[in-house]
């Protein structure tokens, strides 16, 4: 065909016209444009593009030095400090894969990972020294072990590593020739999913899909060389959603917060004039609660874009009232973080909130690198029609869809069913195209044989004006076979609320059938990405003994 077509006739690819994506580049781009530009800020540290550069490639050479390259697993375990940014750049520049690893998590789970992952090399924060000594010692092959000694505040142990992160970017040069990858599809990271629904999975992702969706960051929070990036969300998970690559992309500046300190967010805002920064909606509460003494005013309007859960309506109206402008993302691990956006149109600041707040709380339309969404049947991926009541399940494709799980072709062709990404979200499509979670595909909560959304529950009582958190999940039930039950954490300094004045307010707004039967007070179990840990709800609502009288919970104020 190419004979006869001359727009393919000696037009080839080649060296010239035609370079593997790597998001690397984006950081080799900005030292040599902006040498002097702001990257990193760490408390009183602040290193420019050229320096930042440099100790990327002083960690690329140095890690290439100890023979670690092409296929080979560099773990990290480390708060927002600039070494995790330094690794996100280094250690694909050295061709090596990196896992950074959830910090809040346990011995056992990370010494698995680090298994599952075959580590050559293991990165710490001397803060996480203990947890990392307990997870090395049940492993049979030790990776080198190199500490960062530079986190903010904590004591280190000290001793447990080979040598310091610092003494390991000696011995490599600042000028090191990272090899450019030859095939955009090597492997640049592997991400443990969260476990919100089960055992992690090692998702993988590639340098094209990380470029991809990095720069479609970059269109999406409007990134420029003027931005100032905080980051309130975990660089380990998702890679920070790509926003490590991404701000680099743009030359912005990258504002390190070890923390999440309600206090130090607002201080870093009005005094570094942050313009960006994200968050799950638990960290948006965690701002909106915090102590008055603890806030302060700004002037400038700082863009937020929120994900992981839908933000209720009160979260988004209190966040703008502090001078934030709220975006509303949806992604998961294996999609490189964001997939879906609610993209405001152009009416929708005129709207009265609560309209708006509704639009806004959706999923939205597909991300710029995601070239399919689809809400469809998971058997015959027939779409459903844009009804918004109809439910299928969210199937996604394009660039910035993961390779696969690492070592797990089973789960693999599962999650590629039919040629689409199955996310395990149910949803409906609106008339409008818009995207809209009604729950995960064990969320969903079926009493009397209908179906009972836990999200539409959870927002009715995140309306409650003593409620700060809300998870509705299944209970046994011998008559109906399953009854919501809500889990509830009461706002600390917020009015009281009783079991049945919760139950009331939510008979007062949806069916019957809806309303939870049982109301649990406490606070609620949480990944260390801030999501409710909805499994152990339902295990913990599967121990409730079945005539326990309602009340049984301990009443909070
Ligand atoms: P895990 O699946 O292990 O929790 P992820 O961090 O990848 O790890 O979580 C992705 C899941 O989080 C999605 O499948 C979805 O259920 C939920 N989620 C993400 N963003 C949103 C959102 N904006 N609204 C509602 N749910 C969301």
Redesign the pocket.
Same mark, same amino acid.
Do not use: F
């Given at each position: 065909m190419s004979d006869s077509n001359r727009y393919e006739r000696g037009l080839e690819r080649g060296p010239a016209n035609h370079v593997p994506l790597t998001p690397c580049d984006f950081m080799a781009r900005a030292a040599a444009i902006y040498p002097a530009r702001t990257a990193v800020v760490h408390g009183a540290l602040r290193r420019d593009y050229a320096e930042t550069y440099a100790r990327c490639r002083r960690l690329a050479g140095a890690l290439a030095a100890r023979g670690v390259g092409i296929g080979d697993t560099v773990s990290i375990l480390a708060p927002n400090v600039p070494a995790m940014l330094e690794a996100h750049f280094g250690v694909p520049m050295a061709g090596a894969v990196l896992n950074a690893l959830n910090i809040r998590l346990d011995a056992a789970s990370i010494a698995a990972m680090l298994a599952h992952a075959q580590s050559r090399v293991l990165i710490v924060d001397a803060g996480f020294a203990r947890v990392a000594e307990d997870a090395l010692a049940q492993l049979e092959c030790r990776p080198h072990v190199v500490a960062i000694e530079d986190s903010a505040g904590v004591e280190g142990e000290g001793g447990f590593a080979d040598e310091s992160y610092e003494a390991l970017l000696t011995a490599g040069t600042p000028d090191f020739d990272w090899p450019w990858p030859e095939d955009e599809w090597q492997a640049i990271s592997l991400n443990y999913?969260? /476990?919100?629904? /089960?055992r992690?999975k090692g998702?993988v992702y590639h340098h094209r899909g990380a470029y991809l969706n990095a720069l479609s960051n970059v269109l999406m929070n409007g990134f420029t060389r003027e931005s100032v990036y905080l980051w309130t969300l975990p660089m380990f $998970?998702?890679n920070g959603w790509t926003h490590t690559w991404a701000v680099t992309a743009a030359a912005g500046a990258h504002i390190c917060l070890p923390r999440m300190e309600p206090a130090e967010v607002f201080r870093l805002i009005a005094e570094e004039r942050v313009t960006h920064m994200a968050g799950a909606p638990v960290v948006l509460g965690m701002l909106i609660n915090a102590p008055e003494v603890d806030k302060r005013q700004f002037e400038h309007v700082v863009e937020v874009a929120? /994900?992981?859960?839908?933000?209720p309506a009160p979260v988004i109206a209190a966040m703008e009232e502090m001078g934030f402008n709220v975006t $509303?993302?949806?992604?998961? @691990?294996?999609v490189y /973080?964001p997939a879906?956006v609610?993209a405001p149109q152009q009416d929708w600041p005129d709207l009265p909130l609560d309209d708006r707040a509704a639009l806004m709380a959706r999923?939205g339309v597909r991300h710029h690198a995601i070239q399919g969404a689809l809400v469809a049947d998971p058997e015959t991926l027939a779409p459903v029609p844009a009804d918004g009541v109809t439910t299928g399940e #969210?199937m996604l494709r394009g660039n910035t869809v993961m390779k696969g799980y690492l070592d797990d072709t089973r789960a693999t062709a599962e999650a590629f069913g039919g040629g689409w990404f199955h @996310?395990? =979200?149910l949803a409906v499509t609106h008339p409008d195209g818009y995207i809209q #979670?009604t729950d995960?595909a064990k =969320?969903i909560i079926i009493s009397g044989g209908e179906n009972i959304s836990s #999200?539409e529950v959870e927002n009715v009582l995140y309306g409650h004006e003593a409620v700060l958190e809300a998870a509705v999940v299944a209970r046994p039930d011998e008559r109906w076979g399953e009854t919501p039950c809500a889990f509830v954490a009461l706002k600390p300094d917020g009015p009281a609320a009783s079991e049945e004045a919760l139950i009331e307010h939510c008979r007062a707004r949806m069916a019957r059938f809806k309303v939870p039967r049982t109301i649990v007070f406490g606070d609620l179990p949480k @990944?260390a @990405?801030g999501?409710i840990m909805k499994f152990e709800l339902r295990e913990r609502a599967r121990g409730l003994s079945s005539d326990a009288p309602v009340g049984e919970s301990a009443e909070t104020a």
């Open positions: 999913t969260s /476990g919100t629904t /089960g992690p998702v $998970h998702c929120t /994900g992981g859960a839908a933000p $509303h993302l949806y992604g998961l @691990t294996e /973080g879906l609610a999923q #969210i @996310t395990g =979200d #979670i995960r =969320d #999200i @990944t @990405t999501k």
